[in-house]
């Protein structure tokens, strides 16, 4: 059993600039996939960023289209931690951030279905 826990969330102000966490309980977390969703009242989890291992312990990183370029994920293994930094928010970037983890990758990395473990979610408000 995996457990992921969110931190970084909060309150900010359009154009600022903040950095999830997402940490784990599991030692072999390097093996992972770890991905970011977000997830507005009323609406569908949607599909953030992904990083996961290649070949030859590349990692690789897919981002969706509207946080292309403004948000960047990484990770260090050392300390169980994937980052979701993230900038020039904006206000569509309000919602709850959770962070998920999968063994064996998905096909599509924005299946929900396809993950492992979830975690709790952290609120991020972005105001005018």
């Known amino acids: 059993q995996v457990r992921l826990v969110e931190s970084g969330g909060g309150l900010v102000q359009a154009g600022d600039s903040l950095r999830l966490s997402c940490t784990a309980s599991e030692g072999t977390f390097s093996s992972y996939s770890i991905s970011w969703f977000r997830q507005v009242p009323g609406k569908e989890r949607e599909f953030v960023a992904t990083?996961?291992?290649?070949?030859?312990?590349?990692?690789?990183?897919y981002y969706a289209d509207s946080v292309k370029g403004r948000f960047t994920i990484s990770r260090d293994n050392a300390k169980n931690t994937v980052y979701l930094q993230m900038n020039s928010l904006k206000l569509e970037d309000t919602a709850v951030y959770y962070c998920?983890?999968?063994?064996?990758?998905?096909?599509?990395?924005?299946?929900?279905?396809?993950?492992?473990?979830w975690g709790q979610g952290t609120q991020i408000t972005v105001s005018s």
């Open positions: 990083i996961t291992r290649g070949a030859w312990a590349t990692w690789y990183t």
């Open positions: 998920a983890a999968v063994l064996s990758p998905p096909r599509f990395w924005s299946d929900q279905g396809g993950y492992d473990y």
